[in-house]
């Protein structure tokens, strides 16, 4: 939550992960609001549905790697 307060994540919010990580699993499910998915499983409609989307670096490099 802190982390998501500092990158001004106040309201709901898509955060993408380019691969498993349990300790975020786990600490996201706590939080309202946010939805955890991995590269692999984003959709237009989840991108639109969320107030703010959050990529980490690694998963815009995993995007960049697929899709360009």
Avoid: C, P
Wanted: proline share 0%; glycine share 4%.
């Amino acid at each position: 939550a802190g982390l998501l307060n500092r990158i001004g994540v106040q309201q709901s919010a898509l955060l993408v992960l380019d691969d498993k990580n349990v300790n975020v699993e786990l600490s996201a499910r706590n939080l309202v609001g946010i939805k955890l998915a991995r590269v692999n499983t984003i959709n237009v409609f989840d991108i639109l549905k969320f107030d703010k989307f959050v990529m980490t670096k690694a998963a815009v490099e995993k995007v960049q790697e697929v899709y360009a």
